[in-house]
Structure formats: C-alpha cells, structure tokens
C-alpha cells in the first residue's frame, strides 16, 4: 500500500517513441511515469524491486508482444497481481477476447481518448489497492492465527505436564516412566497408522494428540491414600480395590476441568480414554468395566502395552527391574488375553525402539 500523498507508478510499454511521449505527457501529472520499448525491458521493469502498480501495454510489437509479456507477468507468482491494460489499434473483438482471457483487466483500443483512459487507469488502481489491502489483511490474520493458535497448543502441553507432574509428587514413579510411556504410544501408533484395523483412527494429528495425552494415564492417583499407593509390599484384596478407582477418579478429574471451561476439548478427550480404559484387558478380565477386544479404545490398548512394558523393566521399591528379554516374554504371553494381538505384534516389530527410548530416558 501507497503511504499518504504517494504517487502510483505507471508503466507504459509501446515500441513507438510518440506513443511513448504522448502517454507519458498524459499521465505525468498524475502519476509517476516509467517507459519501455519493448517486452524483454517491461519484464526486466516489472519484476524489479520497485515494480509499477499498473502496466500500459502495447500488442504489436518486436519481439516479444504485449500477449507474450502479458502471459508471464501473470505466470509470474512477483508480477501476477499487477494489472494490465492492453492499450492497441487491434480492435477486432476477438483479439479484445484473447487479452482478457490471458488476464488482463482493461482493453483500450487506439486512438486514445485521454479522459476515458485516465478514468480506467484511476478505475484499475483503485481496484489494485483494495485488493492489496484485503491481501495484507488476510496475510496478518493468518499469521495472528498461527500466532494465537501456537499460543493454544503450548497452554494445553504446560496443562498436561502441569497435571502429569502433580502425578508424580504421590508416586514412586519418576518422570521419566511418563516421558517412555508417551514415547513407547507414538512409536507403536507410527508403526499401526497403515494397518488396516488401526488406519481410519491413527492419523497424524491423532497420534500427536495421543502423545500429549499419555502423560495423564495415572492422574488418577492423586486420589489414592499415600498408605496404599506408597506401600512397599503386595495390596490386600481391599487396598488393590481402592487402587483400581485411580482409573475412575483420572476420567472424573479431566471431566472436572473440562467442565469448569464450559466446554469440551478434543485434545482431552484421548486423555479421558487413557487415563479410564489402561487397564481393561483384552480378554475382559481387566477393569474398572471389563471391556474386552474392540470395545476398549484404541488409545488405552496401546497405552495399556505402553505401561506394562514399562513397569516390567522399571525398578521400584518393591522390585527389581526385568530385562528387556523378560518383558517380552511377558507381553507375548499376554497376546490375545491382556493384550490386542496386533499391538503385541507391532511392539515385536519395533521392540529395538522400545529398548532405545528405554535408554533414552533411563532413570537416575
């Protein structure tokens, strides 16, 4: 856009030094003036760092003619949002047809009448600079978007981690035991995106969110009682009763907050699943409902694998750590029954990256 009190520049095109001086003459009060006697030099003009607003183009010339120079301007992603006048003596209405349909916006045929052409030169201008004007307006509202949109999504990562950490203060699990868990869900989601059970659910926007969402699997246990949560020996039947309501009270919490924002939120709804179905089993023998096959979601299915690799190879106060080896034969005993078959096979595929990530993100 023009700051106040600037002239617009004009560029006449035409092989003929009269027509050059009579336009030049004509529009010099007005606007300022740049001439070219031919299509090679108008190219040069236009795709210039100071290119002209508007372009007074002659048809017959040497060369290349006004078609060929309009023809690229427009090709020309620089140079295509200038506008044209064809300004020419070919007044047959198909040639009038063929400009216009290469894009230019106006076709003024010879002799000129100077003040019809200063009206459409004043016409196409103004068209010029509204159409300028809405282009930088969309082009700072998209990026006010990004903006604001990039604000969003680390708002709802600090939100995860905030309440994935508020986890961690109750548990003997460390941080680390979440950054594996969420890294074990994506490599697995990765490796399942084009099977055909998994295909219309793992996109690429669904396996970030499950990222982001893992961390909150065991939220639940800030509402179990430090006697039970932090016990050291094997739960009594009762004590194990009160640890199962982790799940329940993780699902109720999301539910809480997503109450208090008057609104549901996409990203927590994959956080609602993991944190309440982890662990169902396969067979149906697992809780808080006894879902069993495709009734669990597929969120919890691969976090259900996620977490019991993980607790296997983990040391903890009341155990020592498995070997990678050991955990495997566990899962594979579980295919079918604990675990959805083809996730027990996808982490058979990529149990390299499992032990990578394990390594990656050992404890202290």
């Known amino acids: 856009m023009h700051s106040v009190g600037e002239r617009e520049t004009i560029l006449v095109v035409d092989d003929t030094p009269e027509n ?5 003459g ?3 009060d007005f606007y300022r003036v740049k001439v070219a006697n031919n ?3 108008a190219l040069t003009i236009v795709q ?3 290119p002209p607003d508007l372009v007074l183009l002659d048809i017959m010339m040497p060369g290349l003619d006004g078609y060929e120079v309009c023809r690229r301007m427009k090709s020309n992603r620089q140079t295509a949002q200038i506008p044209i006048i064809f300004l020419t003596a070919k007044s047959e209405i198909e040639d009038e047809r063929k400009g216009l349909e290469l894009g230019a916006a106006d076709y003024i045929t010879k002799p000129v009448s100077p003040p019809i052409l200063l009206a459409r030169v004043k016409t196409q201008l103004t068209l010029k600079a509204s159409a300028d004007f809405l282009r930088d ?5 998209e990026q006010e978007v990004a903006r604001r949109t990039q604000e969003i999504q680390a708002i709802q990562d600090v939100t995860i981690q905030v309440m994935a950490s508020l986890a961690e203060t109750r548990d003997n699990e460390t941080g680390n035991h979440i950054r594996r868990t969420q890294n074990y869900v994506k490599a697995l989601a990765e490796h399942l995106k084009d099977h ?3 295909r219309h659910f793992l996109s690429d926007s669904i396996i970030q969110q499950l990222y982001k969402s893992a961390p909150l699997h065991d939220i639940g246990k800030v509402g179990i009682p430090d006697h039970i949560l932090l016990k050291p020996g094997r739960l009594t039947p009762e004590e194990f009763e009160m640890m199962k309501t982790h799940t329940t009270l993780g699902r109720d919490a999301i539910i809480q907050a997503e109450k208090s924002l008057g609104m549901t939120v996409d990203f927590l709804q994959l956080a609602k699943e993991i944190a309440y179905s982890h662990q169902e089993k396969w067979d149906g023998s697992g809780y808080p409902e006894g879902l069993s096959g495709d009734e669990i979601p597929i969120s919890a299915r691969l976090m259900a694998l996620a977490d019991v690799y ?3 190879i983990s040391r903890r106060v009341y155990k020592e750590p498995m070997s990678h080896e050991e955990a495997v034969a566990i899962l594979q ?3 079918g029954s604990h675990f959805d078959p083809d996730i027990v096979d996808a982490f058979l595929d990529i149990q390299a990256e499992f032990q990578a990530i394990a390594q990656r993100f050992v404890d202290p």
Do not use: I, Q, T
């Not at 050059?20 to 030049?24: E, G, N, V």
């Not at 307006?137 to 509202?141: I, V």
């Open 26 to 28: 004509l529009l010099k």
């Open 20 to 24: 050059l001086a009579f336009m030049s």
């Open 137 to 141: 307006k969309n082009a700072f509202l």
């Open 310 to 312: 993980d607790a296997l």
């Open 48 to 50: 210039s760092e100071n």
């Open 333 to 335: 005993a579980g295919r």
């Open 39 to 41: 299509g090679e030099k």
């Open 196 to 198: 055909p059970r998994f």
